[in-house]
């Protein structure tokens, strides 16, 4: 059995995630989907719930999913890294978005702060831009 936390804040980011994933899980693993919010942002929210959705409506079929959006008001990272220690996560699974022309970061802050604190394992998983 193994913990899956899934962080994701997009429907583009949750389809990668469960591209890399589906093939990985069976049915006695758990996979927590979560999306973090660092404020009241509606439209944040709203595509937090879709990408959540999004997780749970393309794994739901092989294994335990799991979907929790926070609204704690920190940042994305500290709630990715406390939630892993409360499910005590066998693996962290981010998104990170393919770096441009314009634009050599190979991966957000989030994604960074979150290799940078954490001792589990984790899968980084490249995304396409959105066009």
Request: with cysteine; hydrophobic share 40%.
């Amino acid at each position: 059995m193994t913990t899956f936390v899934v962080a994701t804040d997009s429907v583009h980011t949750s389809a990668a995630l469960c591209d890399y994933l589906f093939d990985r899980v069976d049915e006695a693993d758990t996979v927590y989907a979560i999306n973090s919010l660092h404020d009241d942002d509606p439209e944040a929210s709203r595509d937090g719930k879709d990408a959540l959705n999004a997780v749970a409506s393309r794994l739901a079929a092989v294994t335990t999913v799991e979907t929790e959006q926070f609204s704690r008001g920190n940042v994305p990272a500290e709630d990715i890294l406390s939630f892993s220690d409360e499910v005590d996560a066998d693996e962290i699974v981010l998104g990170v978005r393919k770096p441009t022309e314009t634009s050599k970061v190979a991966i957000g802050s989030v994604t960074e702060q979150v290799l940078l604190h954490s001792d589990r394992p984790m899968a980084v998983v490249p995304r396409e831009l959105e066009t």
